[in-house]
């Protein structure tokens, strides 16, 4: 179940970003991480801290809900 929700979450995250029109280096400088470290997040292998969800949440004007 852990696994679905962080596919899904990744799934949710790149379909954002695409829609915000934006690169993941351009998300990755918003969030003040590397593009290492948001891709891992973007594919699932790690879990985003609870203030890159938020500042993710903010930036794709969404709820932190709404990226699991």
Do not use: H, W
Request: overall charge positive; hydrophobic content about 35%.
């Amino acid at each position: 179940k852990a696994i679905r929700r962080q596919r899904q979450m990744c799934i949710e995250t790149e379909a954002m970003r695409s829609r915000a029109n934006l690169t993941a280096q351009q998300v990755a400088n918003k969030l003040g991480v590397s593009l290492r470290q948001y891709q891992r997040v973007e594919s699932g292998e790690s879990k985003p801290t609870v203030q890159v969800a938020q500042t993710l949440a903010s930036l794709f004007q969404c709820s932190v809900n709404d990226l699991f």
